[in-house]
């Protein structure tokens, strides 16, 4: 563990020069927006999200505004973002549950977070950190190539690489470290054609499948 967390620190340092603000690229200004990018962003760019927030924050301000849409209609507004039935219909029970049972306010806690529809710990992970300021390791699909990649964990389940994480780094850069890889698994070691003549922890990676 102690040889672990010397090579996290290592990861975690090249990871800061590569990417030093380590800003999520989704726009949002309020918690509750930020939960709606979020779950528009699954199997989408950024990019084409905040396209499609641009408009869809100036038409809906709150969380009943979202859980009262009439069929159909949130469905079009983000259609362009994909799987947009599922993701409309997730909005809309999540929306109508901060309604429900936080006051209109989405709530700032891990538990109550989860507790809502369609809410995992990936997307309950990004609020907290990003909304809340609360630390916690997002693991996207990202996360969990990268991750296993680097060698910081065996594991392929997301909850258990989140633990695996979150014993090898400091606590107050959880949500930072996380933001980092992620970034790093879209630009550098990619799903396919990883470029790691650019890779500045290649000596040290222990991935056999590495290009060389
Ligand atoms: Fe990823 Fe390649 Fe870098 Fe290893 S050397 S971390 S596989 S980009």
Redesign the pocket.
């Known amino acids: 563990m102690k040889d672990q967390k010397k090579w996290a620190a290592k990861v975690a340092g090249e990871f800061r020069k590569l990417y030093p603000k380590a800003d999520i690229s989704l726009d949002y200004s309020t918690p509750l927006e930020l939960l709606v990018a979020t779950i528009l962003s699954a199997q989408c760019t950024d990019a084409r999200v905040n396209l499609v927030t641009k408009a869809l924050f100036k038409k809906y301000r709150s969380a009943p505004d979202y859980a009262a849409s009439p069929a159909g209609e949130l469905e079009e507004d983000i259609r362009s973002t994909g799987f947009y039935q599922n993701k409309a219909k997730a909005i809309r029970q999540c929306a109508a549950d901060i309604a429900e049972k936080h006051g209109g306010k989405v709530p700032g806690t891990m538990e109550e977070l989860t507790a809502l529809s369609g809410v995992g710990r990936k997307t309950a992970n990004v609020i907290l950190g990003q909304a809340f300021g609360v630390p916690g390791i997002v693991v996207d699909t990202h996360v969990v190539r990268?991750s296993g990649?680097?060698g910081m964990t065996a594991n392929k389940n997301p909850e258990k690489i989140e633990q695996d994480l979150m014993a090898l780094l400091p606590k107050k850069d959880w949500s930072v470290f996380s933001t980092r890889m992620i970034l790093f698994g879209r630009n550098?070691?990619k799903a396919r054609g990883?470029?790691?003549g650019q890779?500045p922890?290649?000596d040290e990676?222990p991935?056999e499948?590495?290009?060389t």
């Open positions: 990268v990649r680097l550098l070691c990883p470029i790691c890779c922890l290649f990676c991935w499948g590495k290009a």
